[in-house]
């Protein structure tokens, strides 16, 4: 830390304060007014500092950095007006999707305000609910005692971000002249310590236990989202319990895993010899519309939610809601829990395979082969996906192939998903995204970033002219122009990415697909497969109608 000023001293007191409650990676947008936090970011010896220009890709990469860490919190650092305006788009989804963030957003003083100087707004709550908490402490004083409140309203902000349901936090620091770390006598102030916030366990009582299970009854079946604890299979397999394995869960695929639930939900099974006495939902909603739709129409189904700190239930069908750790409740029904009926599990597992049987050899080109493929030739990397069809196609299709996969399906908006991969390879593995081609357009920026951060990342673009997801809904079928409903373009994706610096090519054939996948000569590619959106729709109905005839359902 240098003895510089009372500028420098504060920013320095925030990102020491922020690596005591886990921060290691920061973020930093260049300007002007945010030099205090730029320097002191770039002198703390265990802070790993990331230049990227664009503060809207900074926040979403802010994201891939977080999910590809576990969860640990990282910071952004932007200067000030429009700038940190920027940043709403990802702390909306950081907010929905419990990814822990720390906007650092300078800010001009107050005596700037409201008369036209440059670069200058109200930055003060400036997030609003989107955020879990915000905090505008004015301009740095000379004063010992100022500095330790600062520092201790950032250690709180901190354990705020990381608390459950974890989420983003904002700090506005306005600072005054001088930016730069330049020495004024007596300025510079010094703080005593760092207060450090930790979160508690919320271990169930007994009568949550005992209720649980009342409530599971005989044939009981459970879903991870994502979130979910990866012990949740484990729990599973001990109790011979059928388990839908979202693809965002991340944990194990093998059997008691259910990945066709899209397809059996259609079939009527789960009204049928299927039909649960009891539903226990860990994480967020299921990416499956056909089972949020089923979860909503049977609420008379006892459903519950293990959600803590949190009350994802859109469809507001559960029963009971647990604001507990999962990990301690299922531990505790581990010891309890009571035998299901012999056949429950082999029936799930007999229907997953016919399932399976029935979907067969998928044609190429078409939307889930290529999800099939890239989950397939995954090959240990972690997998970003778009929030549209590739995640329900990947959800449909990956089968049981154990990948790790994320996508920003908090707000489940088109913006950011090139910018979240790039962030998701900054830990310094291969990322492959999987993005239609209208995600593509949206955040065709992102591709600057990956280029700048020199990160390793292949895309598989889904290049359908125009967002194959609007044929799944209702409105399709209205009289009218569609066009109202697509984003049709006739832009060559190629050039764009050639003129990024990545590597592009367009492949026709699964082999094709397969061994551009295997190839690691380039650190940034796009591979391209070009689909249609009418016959796209079309086959996803014929292989929901071969499953429901080969179960007899």
Not at 303 to 319: C, E, K
């Amino acid at each position: 830390m240098r003895d510089t000023n009372r500028n420098y001293a504060a920013a320095y007191g925030v990102i020491e304060a922020l690596h005591q409650h886990g921060v290691s990676d920061i973020i930093l947008s260049p300007g002007s007014r945010n030099t205090p936090l730029a320097y002191a970011a770039a002198d703390h010896p265990d802070i790993h500092l990331h230049t990227i220009l664009d503060e809207r890709a900074a926040a979403f990469a802010a994201i891939g950095v977080s999910k590809a860490t576990y969860l640990r919190p990282v910071a952004l650092i932007c200067s000030s007006g429009t700038a940190a305006a920027e940043y709403l788009p990802a702390a909306a989804e950081a907010r929905l999707s419990r990814v822990p963030l720390v906007l650092l957003t300078a800010d001009r003083p107050p005596e700037d305000h409201d008369i036209a100087a440059p670069q200058t707004m109200s930055q003060a709550n400036l997030y609003g609910t989107h955020v879990k908490a915000s905090f505008s402490p004015g301009p740095p004083e000379a004063s010992d005692d100022w500095l330790q409140k600062l520092v201790g309203h950032t250690a709180r902000l901190s354990a705020l971000a990381i608390s459950e349901p974890m989420g983003p936090v904002h700090l506005n620091l306005a600072f005054r002249e001088p930016l730069a770390p330049v020495h004024v006598e007596g300025d510079a102030r010094s703080f005593s310590h760092i207060p450090l916030g930790v979160s508690g366990v919320m271990v169930p009582g007994p009568e949550i236990t005992d209720e649980t299970v009342g409530i599971l009854g005989k044939r009981p079946l459970i879903i991870a989202g994502a979130s979910t604890p990866l012990m949740a299979w484990d729990y599973a397999d001990a109790l011979n319990i059928p388990i839908v394995t979202d693809v965002l869960f991340g944990g194990s695929r093998k059997p008691p895993a259910v990945t066709k639930i899209d397809f059996l939900v259609p079939s009527g099974m789960l009204d049928g010899p299927l039909q649960p006495t009891g539903v226990m939902r860990f994480g967020a909603i299921p990416t499956s519309k056909a089972l949020n739709t089923w979860l909503r129409e049977h609420p008379h189904i006892p459903q519950i939610l293990v959600d803590p700190g949190g009350w994802r239930d859109p469809n507001a069908s559960s029963m009971v809601v647990f604001d507990v750790d999962p990990r301690q409740l299922m531990l505790s029904v581990l010891d309890v829990a009571e035998p299901v009926e012999p056949d429950w599990l082999g029936a799930w597992m007999s229907a997953e395979e016919a399932a399976e049987l029935a979907i067969g050899s998928l044609p190429f080109p078409s939307e889930p082969a290529i999800a099939n493929i890239v989950a397939q030739e995954s090959r240990g990397r972690t997998i970003q996906v778009g929030s549209g069809m590739p995640v329900r196609d990947l959800d449909a299709f990956a089968g049981r192939q154990e990948i790790t996969v994320h996508s920003n399906r908090g707000a489940s908006g088109i913006d950011g998903v090139i910018s979240s991969a790039a962030g998701s390879a900054i830990t310094g593995d291969e990322t492959l995204l999987l993005i239609g081609d209208l995600g593509f357009l949206h955040d065709s920026g992102g591709l600057l970033t990956a280029q700048a951060l020199d990160v390793r990342l292949t895309i598989v673009l889904v290049n359908n002219g125009g967002g194959g997801i609007f044929h799944f809904l209702p409105q399709a079928d209205l009289p009218g122009p569609f066009g109202l409903l697509t984003a049709p373009h006739k832009v060559d994706l190629g050039k764009i990415a050639e003129g990024a610096g990545f590597h592009h090519e367009t492949v026709e054939t699964p082999d094709e697909l397969r061994t551009a996948l295997g190839s690691h000569q380039e650190p940034r590619r796009v591979i391209e497969v070009q689909t249609k959106r009418e016959s796209n729709k079309a086959l996803h109905d014929e292989l929901r109608a071969a499953v429901t005839r080969a179960l007899g359902a």
